[in-house]
Each structure stands twice: as structure tokens, then as C-alpha cells.
């Protein structure tokens, strides 16, 4: 089981490391924005483990619990990768150097998971059998999208960094990069079901760790990518358009569990993945804001990222007691 989840992990990182890399190429060939590319193209690209993984955990395992813990374990991790970037790789504050046209997507964000937090309460009903908070989730996702492409600019545009690049070729790789994805990330939901049932740690805990981190690794590697461009907007606007998008995922999972609504039946332990998402994303939107440095063991860092690594601890933590 182990051994065949971290094989699966391993080629999602891999191709989800080129799979952005060619998407960047179409985009550029194409003559889409790397800024708007960032929040929708590049969120969707990495976001595609996310969205098989989940959505192979309703179908194939009939684990909703799974999926839920997937998604937002996705989000508290893509978070952290601001505070491993900002900490351990940049070692300085570059928050405050983003667009503040960023947070528009926060608040989109903040809307759908507390439509989300809805439904764990029962605040819902059902349209055949797909909630509505479900459908809200759709139409808020939709939103940020739009809004999205009407507030980017290409601040840090490259023009022909991809001259030589054939646009056919890389759709076709683009393609083939896709099915591996899905192969790997289907396989990959299997396994760690299985280790989830085996060793007893439990679904809400598997999918927020093991499964998140596995899905949300091409963010940390298209972020490291993009530090060498110093694309810091572009860093920040595909982690938030994945958070977006891994939300979203929630609704093609309501369509395809096609008995009830994923909403009915959930143990209350899916509801900390969900409130701690929520508490690193306004540490986030806090240290945006804020705009404002701190010193810690004489290095300059947001303090917010430092509390960023200390809440995504503690979430893991309780999750597991729990």
C-alpha cells in the first residue's frame, strides 16, 4: 500500500511539474496572461489531481468523508506553501509585494467554504439529489473566475520565453500528461483508502495529510518555479485559483454520487479541515494587508507565515487525536 502510494505521488509530482510546464507554453502560444493564467490556467492545471483523487473517492470508494478531507487538507497545505516559501526558500517577506486585486479571490473563497460550513450544519436541501449549497459553490467559483479575468494584468509578462516550441506538440503532451494524472491519481485515492482502513488512522485524516500533500505538491513545484522569475503574483494567484477550484471539485462530486447529496452523513471530524482552511487563509489575507514586516531570530518575515506553519501543525494534530 505504501509503497504503491508513494509511486502514484511520484508521478503526479512529475507530471504535474510538466504538466505546467506545457500549459505555460499553450498559454503564452496562445496569448493568454501569465497573471490571469496563474488564478485560472495554471490553479486548474495542478488543481487536476485534486479534482481526480476527490472525485475517484466518491465514486470508487464511496467515501465522500474522503473527498471533503481531501479538498480542504489540499487548502491547508497550499497555504503552508506560502509560509515554506516565504521561510525556508525566498527568507523574506514578499506578501505584501502581491496584488491586493487578490483579495477579491480570499473573499470569493472565504464565501464558498462557509457555504460548505452550511451544509455540515444542515442549512441545505436538495435539488433531485445535488445540494444547493453545492450549486451556490458553482456559481461563486464562476464568479471568481470572471471576476478574476477582469481585474488581471500581466505585471510580470515574459514575451517569447517559449519561441521555439511547437503549440501542437505541447497540447499533445498536455493530453497525455492528463490521462497519466488520472491513472496515477486514481490509484493513488485507492491506495490510500486502503491505508486509511488498514491502519485505522482514519479517512478525515489520510485524505487531509497523506492524500492532500500528494495532490498539492505540483503547487509547491510550479511555486518554486516561479520563484526564479520572482512571479510572486502568479505564485500567490495559483494557490488561491486552486483553493477556488479544489472547492469547486465539491460540486462534480455532488453530480456524480448520484445516490444523495455528499453533504448528508458526514462525521463531524470533516469540519476541521474546513474551520482550519478558514484560519490559515486570514492569516494569509492578514499578512497581505498588514503590509508590515517582523523580525524572527534576526531574519525578516511576515509573522503572519510563522503562525501559518504553527496553525497548519495544530490542525494536523487534531485531526489525528480526533
Known amino acids: 500500500m505504501y509503497i504503491g502510494f508513494t509511486v502514484c505521488a511520484l508521478i503526479i509530482v512529475v507530471a504535474g511539474w510538466?504538466?505546467?510546464?506545457?500549459?505555460?507554453?499553450?498559454a503564452e502560444k496562445s496569448g493568454l496572461g501569465r497573471s490571469f493564467i496563474g488564478l485560472i490556467g495554471v490553479a486548474a492545471i495542478t488543481s487536476l489531481p485534486e479534482l481526480i483523487t476527490t472525485t475517484s473517492a466518491v465514486v470508487l470508494r464511496d467515501a465522500p468523508e474522503l473527498a471533503f478531507s481531501n479538498v480542504f487538507g489540499s487548502n491547508m497545505f497550499n497555504i503552508l506553501i506560502v509560509a515554506i516559501l516565504e521561510i525556508f526558500i525566498i527568507r523574506k517577506p514578499f506578501l505584501y509585494l502581491v496584488s491586493k486585486k487578490n483579495i477579491a479571490t480570499i473573499g470569493f473563497i472565504f464565501l464558498a467554504t462557509f457555504s460548505v460550513?452550511?451544509?455540515?450544519?444542515?442549512?441545505?436541501?436538495?435539488i433531485r439529489w445535488i445540494s444547493f449549497n453545492s450549486i451556490l459553490i458553482l456559481i461563486i467559483y464562476l464568479a471568481a473566475m470572471y471576476t478574476g479575468f477582469k481585474n488581471s494584468k500581466d505585471d510580470e509578462e515574459i514575451t517569447d520565453l517559449y519561441g521555439d516550441k511547437n503549440l501542437k506538440k505541447a497540447i499533445y503532451l498536455f493530453i497525455i500528461l492528463g490521462i497519466i494524472i488520472i491513472i496515477?491519481?486514481?490509484?493513488?485515492t485507492i491506495f490510500a483508502d486502503e491505508i486509511a482502513v488498514e491502519t485505522g488512522l482514519g479517512r478525515t485524516f489520510v485524505g487531509g495529510l497523506f492524500l492532500a500533500v500528494m495532490t498539492s505538491l505540483p503547487e509547491l513545484i510550479t511555486g518554486l518555479s516561479a520563484i526564479k522569475l520572482k512571479?510572486?503574483?502568479?505564485?500567490?494567484?495559483?494557490?488561491?485559483?486552486?483553493?477556488?477550484?479544489?472547492i469547486a471539485i465539491l460540486f462534480i462530486c455532488d453530480i456524480v454520487y448520484a445516490d444523495e447529496?455528499?453533504?448528508l452523513?458526514?462525521?463531524?471530524?470533516?469540519?476541521?479541515?474546513?474551520?482550519?482552511?478558514?484560519?490559515?487563509l486570514s492569516l494569509m489575507l492578514i499578512g497581505m494587508i498588514r503590509n508590515?514586516?517582523?523580525y524572527l531570530f534576526k531574519k525578516k518575515v511576515h509573522l503572519e507565515t510563522i503562525f501559518i506553519l504553527?496553525?497548519?501543525i495544530l490542525g494536523i494534530f487534531l485531526i489525528y487525536k480526533l
Open 18 to 26: 510538466y504538466l505546467a510546464y506545457y500549459g505555460d507554453i499553450i
Open 261 to 263: 447529496s455528499i453533504f
Open 231 to 246: 512571479a510572486y503574483n502568479m505564485i500567490v494567484g495559483n494557490l488561491l485559483g486552486s483553493n477556488m477550484f479544489n
Open 184 to 188: 496515477s491519481g486514481t490509484f493513488g
Open 292 to 294: 508590515k514586516e517582523s
Open 265 to 280: 452523513n458526514l462525521k463531524q471530524t470533516q469540519f476541521l479541515p474546513v474551520v482550519f482552511s478558514l484560519i490559515l
Open 310 to 312: 504553527l496553525f497548519y
Open 117 to 126: 460550513l452550511l451544509g455540515f450544519e444542515g442549512y441545505s436541501f436538495e
